[in-house]
């Protein structure tokens, strides 16, 4: 069996060639087209690669055929990708290009659009291959050091030649918020994604009659279930168009998927917006959940409205590709669930869990404790960052493996019963899915400000650690808050960005003399004065 990514989705083109891979804005593409588009994108990287560079390039596209192709080309030219969303403030989007040091980027057509304000902050140089939009011949004026690369400059497919990758090396590179105030790099080696994707294939019997969902985006490992889990079977990606991502339900239907992955907060949204329906998704043989808290109530309307589907609660970190412990809805869900919330279950195959305090010695059963793994998923560590590899990815007394500690708190379950969330250990949380380090915001503000603290809070509350939104609160009276928020909207991604925040005289401490962060959550409890 083949090794990498590229190589398992290179063989179904061979073998699956007129088959859809690929539904996207009114388009139908079969692995053939796909696969040659790929090798375009590929031989047209490679002939411009620079021997040093990192083997590293930068994707900016979201939702569209050249999206798509710039992830495929940059895997066939032999590179880890770098996705990035072109709705991101162009300041954070220079910033990811020059952390990963890539010296390759491809854009689609929002990407393209992006350029003009992108370039002129990125402080390297790097070459720019065009694959969806028109580029505007100002931009190659306005920024000599750059090369950009048309489409009708693209190389042809024939002229691909297979690289040679390590299945070591990294196949995705991903930032996640990071605590100290800059996003960190998580990379993920092939054999790391491939190991998962063979544990999948097999648990949900993935063929190439599945038609899977895509309301990931590509910025989220969990995206990767979606695209490689069709294209390493000959499945079909089906993408939503911006009216499907609008109404989840009537997308499910139309598109006749057989797969869908989301957090729990699009079905959540779903049950309030009263098109959980019984019966509703027929078609459906697999329904998956990740990323977040998932409560018994959205699990049993889901199932409920999917009635020949099995429904998993999946849940892992970037750092553990995708998922690394998986439970089933079923009959005994109930006396499981802890406080409305749905179990996470058992590690996935060959993948250890242990749950342990804050010395790494596992706890007795029935106690609680952070959760660490260690197997076949473990990623690579963090992109240039040694020192936090090193605290995260530990060897806990007594064993020799390489365990990820997730920071999560659990509860170490009795015989063979099934591990419970139970949130988390830092000031982490999850906004609808997206995942947050708290002291990354607070680091903004404090920037942004000026100011010399500041606290962010995960609020409206949402089930075990996750929110709805986040608050801030400042100490300094003189800040034109309303003016704070929009250079923190030029910053930060949109769900990072506070929805208020509020001027109080002094912080309150706590018996330590630290900020009382409990403190300022029963202040939001009362309306603002
Ligand atoms: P990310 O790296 O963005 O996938 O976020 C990983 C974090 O999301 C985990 O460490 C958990 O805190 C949370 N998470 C993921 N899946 C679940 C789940 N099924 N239940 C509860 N929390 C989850």
């Known amino acids: 069996m083949s090794t990498t990514l590229q190589a398992r989705f290179l063989q ?94 491809v854009v689609d057509a929002d990407g393209c659009k992006q350029l003009a304000k992108v370039l002129p902050l990125v402080s390297r140089s790097p070459t720019v291959l065009v694959a969806g939009g028109d580029l505007d011949p100002q931009l190659a004026t306005d920024n000599p050091r750059h090369t950009l690369v048309t489409r009708d400059d693209f190389a042809v497919a024939e002229s691909w030649r297979e690289p040679v990758v390590d299945p070591n090396a990294t196949a995705y590179l991903l930032f996640t918020s990071g605590s100290t105030g800059e996003p960190k790099g998580v990379m993920v080696a092939h054999r790391n994604i491939v190991r998962f994707l063979d544990v999948v294939t097999e648990r949900y019997s993935l063929t190439a009659d599945d038609r899977f969902s895509h309301v990931f985006e590509v910025t989220f490992d969990l995206s990767l279930f979606d695209l490689f889990g069709a294209w390493t079977n000959g499945g079909c ?11 989840p339900a009537s997308y499910v239907v139309d598109s006749r998927l057989s797969v869908w992955f989301s957090v729990p907060s699009t079905a959540l949204l779903m049950k309030e917006t009263r098109t959980l329906v019984p019966g509703a998704f027929p078609n459906l043989r697999c329904s998956l959940f990740c990323g977040e808290a998932l409560t018994l109530a959205v699990a049993e309307a889901w199932a409920e409205a999917a009635p020949e589907s099995v429904l998993d609660n999946l849940y892992g970190p970037t750092e553990l590709t995708l998922a690394c412990t998986s439970y089933r809805l079923h009959e005994g869900s109930r006396t499981e669930a802890q406080g409305g919330i749905v179990p996470i279950g058992a590690a996935l195959p060959q993948m250890r869990a242990k749950v342990v305090d804050e010395a790494l010695h596992e706890v007795p059963p029935g106690e609680t404790g952070e959760l660490i793994m260690a197997g076949p998923q473990v990623a690579l560590g963090y992109w240039r960052d040694e020192t936090r590899t090193a605290a995260a990815f530990v060897v806990p007394p007594g064993e020799t493996e390489t365990f990820y500690r997730t920071g999560d708190r659990v509860q170490r379950p009795h015989d063979d019963g099934p591990l419970l969330f139970l949130g988390r250990l830092d000031h982490q949380v999850k906004i609808r899915g997206f995942r947050v380090e708290l002291g990354e915001v607070e680091a903004a503000i404090r920037d942004e400000g000026p100011v010399d603290s500041a606290v962010a809070l995960g609020w409206p509350l949402a089930a075990a650690g996750g929110a709805a939104g986040i608050v801030a609160f400042i100490d300094d009276a003189a800040i034109d808050t309303r003016a704070l928020k929009r250079r923190l909207s030029e910053r930060l991604p949109r769900y990072m960005v506070p929805k208020a925040i509020r001027v109080i005289d002094s912080f ?15 202040r939001l409890d009362t309306p603002a004065t």
């Open 508 to 522: 309150p401490l706590n018996a330590n003399g630290k900020i009382d962060r409990n403190a300022l959550l029963q």
């Open 12 to 105: 179904v083109v061979e073998s699956m060639a007129t088959r859809a891979a690929l539904e996207v804005d009114g388009e139908v593409i079969n692995y053939a087209e796909l696969g040659r588009r790929a090798r375009a994108l590929a031989a047209t990287l490679m002939a411009h690669r620079e021997s040093d560079a990192v083997p590293l390039t930068c994707v900016l596209g979201a939702r569209s055929a050249a999206g798509f192709e710039g992830i495929l080309g940059a895997l066939c030219s032999g590179h880890g990708y770098v996705p990035m969303l072109p709705s991101y403030p162009a300041a954070r989007l220079a910033l990811m290009i020059d952390r990963s040091e890539a010296r390759t980027l």
């Open 237 to 247: 990606l089906c993408v939503p168009d911006a009216r499907q991502r609008m109404l």
